[in-house]
T-cell receptor, first 113, second 111 residues
Framework: DTAVSQTPKYLVTQMGNDKSIKCEQNLGHDTMYWYKQDSKKFLKIMFSYNNKELIINETVPNRFSPKSPDKAHLNLHINSLELGDSAVYFC????????????FGPGTRLTVT | GESVGLHLPTLSVQEGDNSIINCAYSNSASDYFIWYKQESGKGPQFIIDIRSNMDKRQGQRVTVLLNKTVKHLSLQIAATQPGDSAVYFCAENIPGNQFYFGTGTSLTVIP
């Protein structure tokens, strides 16, 4: 039983392309998040959604657009991909917004060439 | 074995020894501190948190110590096992905001 799942696990694409990463949680949680982890393992929050509403939108280029069709899904669409977008992207969820115990997905390794 | 948090991102300990992972935080308004473990190829996993009005909290084989005077916290792992090999992150929660992860410390357990 996968609690938080992401697809794809690996994504290799060229600069300028548009790509999406999907995330689903089956925990019944209200809040979902997207994080970016760079090559030095630094983990930074990008967005959080609570009951499909955007709560946190950190300083992220507007090429990144999250979409939450329902409480169990939070997808990340990235336009005009750049080399610096290469990273591992993690989706996470928590019971309520602000909960410290977040459940992370396995990550999507994005490589932009 | 003991790390100096942000200044020593790697720590190696012998199996069975105790590990101490240190972390310095910056915001005196932080009301909670959280530790996460990230194994290779996986997402981070919650270990334990501690409220700012506490100075110690214990879990299963782990102890968190908080020193607000010097803005420092540590994660102690008793009888370290190979399965404890991972990157450990501390995070601070700022009221009214999201919590923010610090730089991780990589723990390697030597069998």
């Amino acid at each position: 039983d996968t609690a938080v799942s992401q697809t794809p696990k690996y994504l290799v694409t060229q600069m300028g392309n548009d790509k999406s990463i999907k995330c689903e949680q089956n925990l019944g949680h209200d809040t979902m998040y997207w994080y970016k982890q760079d090559s030095k393992k630094f983990l930074k929050i990008m967005f959080s959604y609570n009951n499909k509403e955007l709560i946190i939108n950190e300083t992220v280029p507007n090429r990144f657009s999250p979409k939450s069709p329902d409480k169990a899904h939070l997808n990340l669409h990235i336009n005009s991909l750049e080399l610096g977008d290469s990273a591992v992207y993690f989706c996470a969820s928590s019971q309520r917004h602000g909960d410290h115990e977040q459940y992370f997905g396995p990550g999507t390794r994005l490589t932009v060439t | 074995g003991e790390s100096v948090g942000l200044h020593l991102p790697t720590l190696s300990v012998q199996e069975g020894d105790n590990s101490i992972i240190n972390c310095a935080y910056s915001n005196s308004a932080s009301d909670y501190f959280i530790w996460y473990k990230q194994e290779s190829g996986k997402g981070p996993q919650f270990i334990i948190d501690i409220r700012s009005n506490m100075d110690k909290r214990q879990g299963q084989r782990v102890t968190v110590l908080l020193n607000k005077t010097v803005k420092h916290l540590s994660l102690q792992i008793a009888a370290t096992q190979p399965g404890d090999s991972a990157v450990y992150f501390c995070a601070e929660n700022i009221p009214g905001n999201q919590f923010y992860f610090g730089t991780g410390t990589s723990l390697t357990v030597i069998p």
